[in-house]
């Protein structure tokens, strides 16, 4: 499975971002990160999207360390904001609806 992190926030904010950043702790071994990808927000601010993969019995754990890696942003660097998507494969989503 796969949970991808949304996070925005304002440019003038990013030098706090990266020294935040780069404090985080690592992942657990059963977790496999890409990015974050960032691009530009249509507000004019920073976007980064973060790829977390694991394996679907691990899903509550996964999702509990991808909300504590961006909820230590939240309340701290104004203007930050972030959406989390648990997300199932093509096959996995077919399965669970009833859809063959």
């Known amino acids: ?15 706090e971002m990266e020294k935040r950043f ?3 702790s ?3 071994e059963f977790i496999k ?3 974050p990808y960032m691009y530009s927000g249509s507000n004019g601010g920073v976007q980064a999207a973060t ?6 019995s691990k899903m509550s754990e996964a999702l509990h360390f ?8 939240f309340g701290v660097v104004p203007g930050y904001t972030y959406d989390i998507k648990v997300c199932a494969s093509d096959e996995r989503a077919r399965k669970v ?4």
């Open 1 to 15: 499975m796969v949970i991808i992190a949304f996070a925005s926030y304002p440019r003038e904010r990013a030098q």
């Open 22 to 24: 780069i404090q985080l």
């Open 26 to 28: 690592p992942p657990p």
């Open 33 to 35: 990160t890409e990015g």
């Open 51 to 56: 790829l977390f993969k694991f394996d679907k």
């Open 66 to 73: 991808a909300n504590d890696q961006h909820a230590v942003f």
């Open 97 to 100: 609806s009833g859809v063959t």
